[in-house]
């Protein structure tokens, strides 16, 4: 006998995606693969997706199975159809493409960073919370289990007094002068478009795990450097200037005492996305990287003396964060499924980092740029909300 499967009991959530490039397909797959393995009251569906090109649309549509496809955002903002737009757009349409849907009362997500600069960002957070929206931004790092768990044994006190924390974010893809800048795929390197170069694409994912990790960042003292100083133009094909730093690192002092010690760059030659970080307390240190994302190294001095030295978590037990949802022990997981535990997440009611959290991070984004420029010192603006 064959029997019908049903799905009665789930909510059917209706998402709009704008945006078929590297993140619409990250945000893709964890739309499809979230209900096959982790338990929630919601069953996506993947009802419509946008790009500016017609073909891109049609064709991301037919590989991901979207129910439709548009070129003008708005077609999925105006549609009853919609409950949740997600936005995985260059960084210069996400602020007028969340006001508008958050307007329209739908749930939004958005890519980060959320906006170019936090005056930007914070449009956007005013937009959410006026309008009474669920809203959340993709730091998918949190989401990666070593990094949860790092959380999770700082907040148990397991470091005791924090004295420094420091990350890096290298790559190496822009180091050819030849390189040009804007358009599909080079977006990042323009400047009217991004908002800004590695401090808002890398080092925001850097400072945002922080902020989790480690609370505010105070003050910082910046230098960034642009070392092209001319590329041609994707668009208008005329050589232009750089607007973008192509290299940015910042001291810090965090609120609870510690020393910040951060840099990202697309100049690394030789590292692709090496994302690392490292934290050193009173009774113990941890290091995370995402080259080996699994694991985390972990030292606690407390450990007997003989036997004391730096462990090597390999993260694949059901006892490690969302490890019970995959495989067996033993069995690895990667960076795909940062995005899938994140919706997850998301679909069980923690929308962290939520716009609000997100425009934290661009106020220390903002800070670094400023000082960068001025040479100086700067404070960082705290959110009003949380003082
Ligand atoms: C840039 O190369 C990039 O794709 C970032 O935009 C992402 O946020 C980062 O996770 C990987 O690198």
Redo the contacts with the bound molecule.
Sequence with gaps: MLTVGTNMAKQPLNIGLIGCG??GRTHSNAFRQVSHFFDTSFQPVLKAVCARNAQAASDFSQRWGYEIHATDWRTLVESRDIDLIDIATPNDTHCEIAIAAAQAGKMVMC??PLGRTAAESMRMVEAVEKAGVRNMVWY??RRVPAVTLLKILIDEGRFGRIFHYRAKFL?D?TISRDLPQGGAGLW?LDASVAGSGVTG??LA?AIDTALWLNGPIDEVSAMTETFIKERKHTLTGQVQPVGIDDASAFLGRFENGSLATFEAT?YARGHK?L?TLEINGEHASAIWDLHDLHRLQYFDHRDEGRLRGWRSIHLTDSDHPYMKQWWVPGLQIGYEHTFIHQFADFLNHNDSPNFREAHATDLVTDAVLASASKHAWCTVTQDQEKE
Aim: proline share 0%; net charge positive.
């Design positions: 590297f993140m890519e980060k998918n790092y790559q893809w990042r694409d890398l994912h697309r996305a994302y």
